[in-house]
């Protein structure tokens, strides 16, 4: 065999050879690349499961809130219209009482003025009949109210002074006097004869002057 023969055959077995190694090596490549694909889809798969378990524990979450959420409300809502509902019968409750008492203080008011006004003889201080009417009052004849003034103006005067000055404050008591104040008196002989008062509590007007 001629030597060009032999160096031929030699380079066919290193290609054969060569080859064979090729092949194993891209055998392992395509194993190991077999592998890293089942690797990527367990880890995509798994990734995908847990969002999926998230996404499920969110929404239970969301639902866990939601109802607490209507659970609060609706407890809420019931203290909120149990208050009003006390809150309304205390209102109510206390406009009777004050409704009763303002029946009780306007009797009271309404008793004074009548003992004062109601068939009396109303004199001025200053008249000089006095004696004369006082006479016909011890023989029960009248019965006699003296007052400072007479007149529209001056009653209704007398009247607001004696109302804001006397009655509120002793009737009612001092929480009241604070809070209460009788801002007009209107007194009325006829319509055409008439006359009112009126003032404020700012104002600081001297009730006992």
């Known amino acids: 065999m ?32 077999e592998k890293l694909v089942d690797n990527h889809d367990r880890m995509v798969n798994q990734i995908y499961d847990d969002m999926n378990e998230r996404k ?9 809130l939601h109802s607490r959420i209507t659970t609060v ?11 009003e509902r006390r809150i309304m019968e205390e209102i109510k409750s206390l406009r009777e009482d004050i409704a009763e008492h303002n029946k ?9 003025l009548e003992d004062q006004f109601d068939h009396t003889l109303i004199v ?13 009052e011890s023989k029960n004849l009248a019965k006699l109210t003296i007052l400072p003034k007479l007149g529209c103006e001056g009653l209704s005067d007398m009247l607001y002074k004696y109302v804001n000055g006397v009655y509120i404050p002793d009737y009612w008591g001092p929480g009241e006097s604070n809070r209460l104040w009788c801002y007009r008196v209107e007194v009325r002989e006829t319509q055409s004869n008439m006359a009112y008062r009126e003032g404020h509590r700012e104002w600081n007007e001297d009730l006992f002057s």
């Open 56 to 64: 499920k524990d969110t929404v239970n979450d969301i639902k866990e």
């Open 124 to 136: 001025a201080a200053d008249d000089p009949e006095m004696e004369t009417f006082k006479l016909l």
């Open 2 to 33: 001629s030597n060009d023969a032999v160096e031929l055959r030699v380079d066919v077995e290193v290609l054969k050879t060569q080859v064979s190694n090729i092949t194993n090596l891209c055998q392992k490549m395509d194993s190991v690349i």
């Open 104 to 112: 009780v203080e306007d009797k009271e008011l309404k008793k004074i």
């Open 73 to 83: 409300d609706r407890n809420l809502s019931d203290k909120i219209e149990l208050t």
